[in-house]
């Protein structure tokens, strides 16, 4: 797979910029970041004079996808001299991304009880300065002054007011009606001031019901505030106002989210100001709670602005997050016309976007930005450049027809220059029907414009137009036209583990036999070993690859052998447990593998020549890896090369993939254009290995080695990578190339039709037919995310010239 789809708000990377810029000027040390169990809430005044809360309280949150334990830790508690700790011990466990609330004493006032707390203690807290810890014992803290963030066993602390026992810098001090929360995705920074803001108390028990000190009985001031949304988005991409709290700031509700960690609702204000650079919606973030709000209520929020940042380098969403209150005024009110989305010519300007004006009449991005949180529509109908995931309700779209369209319905990325400008990516929050590429959206899709992790700027949908399906067809091979032809076929299978269904074993062989007409040689990537992704000391594949060519036996296909090498554990990079590799499966009938004993894991294999002058060459292991001792390959995947024979004993070298994925590059939507892309390096060095290997196997060949190199090099056709592999030309041929332009991709990523899985052969190699074959990565029903590639090496064609039937073609047609 190129990049991993992960859907937490939850991420390391994801801070607000408000964080980042706090962190980049630290100058005391605190613990480690607490990426688990963290202090979400503080409050002190309970039960004091105008407090609405009887009782004191301290909230603990799990930041983890898994329940976590706090049996035998404490919560402690200092006053501002933070000289004596008092214990609160704790029991039980937090739940999956929940909460656990800690009920304190009670004073004399306060009318509304807590939520039935997890555990219960008697200390006094201070409503106005104070310190609390947790702690990963029931031990009371001692002898730690004022540095106690980095005492042993302390997991978290936050210091609130006037105590200079804190991470850093102090979060806010108190009073009877405010709580210290942690804000945004309560991602912990050991900066309290830039970690925690104050609001109204609001507390949440592990079983997830909540009362806000602002609900009972008092719907609160009714009274719009002097902020409106157009102040808070500003005439740029950062807030002029992040960081500050603001009250009862007025407008519409236009969409609800009531799933994930990242719930809350948009509102826009019906009262535009007349500057097209200020957008009138904006998001409100409630997280794990569920808003209780609907699409027509007229609201009042009340927060503190933050910018949410959810990747490194990626844009910021501007919303109203931190303790969050909102009072609704009235239901049923007409939503603010929406605004029909037509995208300028270009797609960005380059530098720093964050500090540069906006220019929303010449940029896509600017365009975006200015409409952030806005609701918007789509006038016209649109074609689907990506097949609808079903999983996410999501689909790209493009508003551009013309713009390098594929002749199946997509649209072809065909240089870092042009990202594609006019594809949209479409969230529908009630979900969508599956539907492939090439397929048509009706004009009237509504909704509002967000930021996100996956795909950048995104139409969060709650009106969905009508798709209607456009009739594509999925892609096989036509038999060869002689029998010594030898068919070679490359497929990333996408994690295939002996524990998966046997409902996907027999997709993936029906495609290899009935699409790929059952390659003499297919080249594997993505098998993991027997147990898939239990992360123990099993490394063999044997089961899992026995089952794949048991159900391709089944489908009707070939007696498949099979050549591999086990990984070391855990050393080779993709899903955690899995240990992929790549696999050759060959069939015996057509092909004869050689073996040379000695491959494994450690084992570089090397080209040996028959005689000290003779252009006869063999490989030093049959199978091999090549230089699996070199950095470049860290974490990633060894190359596979194997020696076989065919048509007469003719000999063939083939070299199976998968170089790095393209994770931790920055989006195309990043911060600072054009993105970086850092996994470049490695596959740099990759690229440089196996162009090395190659390059020995044809200089001590006097360049009569036929060698096929192919499989998942997770990079595209003009990148640097494929220049180096290739030598430029020089070693290798890039058989995409030979394809006409818009032909020229086997993956679909962020709308974009592009190439990830090459066949590169050797100048040895004259006479060939070549193809994509079209059966996965532009429909909604998948076997894997990549289409394979199959190339024919043509018999008889040595010669030069060419005889006709030698000339490149394409073997594949539609079904």
């Not at 826009?268 to 100001?273: E, F, G, H, I, T």
């Not at 919606?281 to 997280?287: K, M």
């Not at 029906?510 to 990537?525: F, H, K, M, R, T």
Request: charged content about 15%; proline content about 7%.
């Amino acid at each position: 797979m190129a990049l991993s789809r992960v859907r937490r708000r939850i991420v390391a990377a994801a801070l607000p910029v408000a964080v980042l810029t706090a962190m980049a000027g630290l100058s005391g040390t605190a613990n480690a970041l607490s990426t688990d169990v963290v202090i979400s809430a503080v409050y002190g005044g309970g039960g004091n004079s105008g407090a609405v809360f009887k009782n004191d309280y301290i909230e603990l949150a799990n930041l983890t996808g898994s329940p976590v334990s706090v049996a035998g830790w404490s919560v402690q508690y200092a006053s501002a001299a933070g000289v004596v700790f008092q214990t609160t011990p704790l029991s039980g466990s937090i739940p999956a991304g929940g909460k656990y609330l800690v009920q304190q004493a009670a004073g004399a006032g306060g009318t509304v009880s807590l939520p039935a707390p997890d555990a219960t203690g008697s200390i006094p807290m201070s409503g106005t300065s104070g310190v609390v810890a947790l702690v990963t014992s029931t031990n009371a803290l001692s002898g730690c002054g004022t540095s106690c963030a980095t005492a042993p066993n302390v997991k978290d602390l936050i210091g609130y007011g006037a105590t200079a026992n804190v991470e850093t810098t102090a979060a806010p001090g108190l009073s009877n009606t405010t709580a210290n929360a942690r804000t945004g995705a309560l991602i912990d920074t050991d900066n309290n001031a830039a970690d925690f803001s104050s609001g109204v108390p609001k507390a949440t028990n592990s079983a997830g019901v909540t009362v806000s000190a602002g609900d009972p009985g008092d719907p609160g001031d009714p009274t719009p505030g002097t902020t409106r949304i157009h102040d808070i988005q500003g005439a740029g991409r950062i807030s002029p106002i992040v960081g500050q709290n603001v009250t009862n700031v007025p407008g519409i509700v236009t969409a609800v989210r009531v799933t994930g960690n990242s719930r809350g609702y948009w509102f826009q204000d019906p009262s535009a100001d007349a500057d097209p650079l200020t957008s009138e919606g904006l998001f409100v973030f409630t997280g794990s709670t569920t808003p209780a709000v609907a699409v027509g209520d007229s609201v009042l929020a009340t927060g503190r602005v933050t910018e949410y940042r959810p990747a490194s380098g990626a844009q910021a969403l501007t919303e109203i997050g931190g303790t969050v209150s909102t009072i609704k005024l009235t239901s049923g009110n007409a939503l603010p016309a929406a605004v029909p989305v037509v995208f300028p010519d270009l797609y960005t300007k380059t530098g720093a976007l964050e500090s540069q004006p906006l220019e929303p009449s010449s940029y896509v991005l600017d365009w975006l930005e200015a409409h952030e949180g806005t609701r918007v529509t789509l006038a016209q109908n649109t074609r689907l450049v990506s097949p609808v995931n079903t999983e996410f309700g999501e689909l790209w779209v493009t508003l551009k027809p013309n713009q390098n369209p594929s002749p199946r319905g997509g649209t072809v990325y065909k240089s870092y220059d042009d990202p594609n400008s006019g594809r949209l990516l479409v969230q529908a929050l009630n979900g969508a029907p599956a539907a492939n590429v090439g397929s048509t959206l009706a004009a009237g899709t509504t909704g509002v414009i967000d930021y996100q992790s996956f795909g950048g700027y995104v139409l969060q949908a709650n009106q969905l137009g009508v798709i209607t399906e456009g009739g594509l067809k999925k892609q096989k091979v036509l038999p060869p036209k002689k029998a010594g032809d030898l068919s070679i076929a490359t497929y990333n299978v996408e994690n295939l583990a002996f524990t998966n269904p046997a409902a996907k074993f027999a997709k993936l062989a029906q495609a290899v036999v009935s699409n790929l007409g059952s390659p003499d040689i297919l080249a594997l990537e993505e098998i993991q070993d027997n147990n898939g992704a239990t992360n123990d000391a099993v490394v063999a594949a044997d089961q899992t690859i026995g089952k794949f060519t048991a159900a391709i036996q089944a489908a009707g296909g070939p007696a498949y052998s099979w050549r591999s090498i086990d990984p070391n554990d855990d050393t080779d990079g993709g899903q955690p447990g899995g240990n992929i590799r790549q696999v050759f499966l060959y069939n015996p009938a057509r092909t004869t593998f050689v073996d040379r004993a000695g491959g494994d894991a450690n084992t570089a294999v090397s080209v040996v020549r028959a005689r000290p002058t003779s252009n006869q060459v063999a490989l030093s292991v049959s199978p091999g890896r090549i230089a699996p001792g070199s950095d470049a390959w860290d974490s990633s995947r060894k190359p596979l090369v194997g020696e076989f024979l065919f048509d007469g004993n003719k000999q063939l070298f083939v070299v199976a993939n998968h170089f790095n994925s393209k994770g931790g590059d920055q989006p195309l939507t990043a911060a600072v254009q054009p993105p970086v892309r850092s996994s470049e390096v490695q596959r740099q060095q990759q690229s440089a290995e196996v162009h090395d290997f190659v390059k020995e196997l044809n200089d001590k060949s006097a360049g009569r080695a036929r060698v096929v190199v192919l499989g998942d090099l997770n990079d595209y056709q003009f990148s640097p990578s494929i220049q180096t592999v290739t030598g430029g030309g020089s070693q290798l041929k890039t058989l995409i190339d030979t394809l006409p332009a818009d032909q020229r991709y086997s993956y679909i990523f962020d709308g974009n039709s592009q190439v990830l899985d090459h066949i590169l052969v050797s100048p040895a190699i004259k006479g060939y037919s070549y193809g994509v074959v079209h059966i996965n990565a532009e429909f909604a029903d998948q076997a894997s995310d990549h289409d394979p590639q199959i190339v024919r090496i043509l018999t008889g064609c040595d010669t030069d010239p060419l005889p006709a039937r030698c000339l490149p073609g394409s073997p594949v047609v539609d079904e």
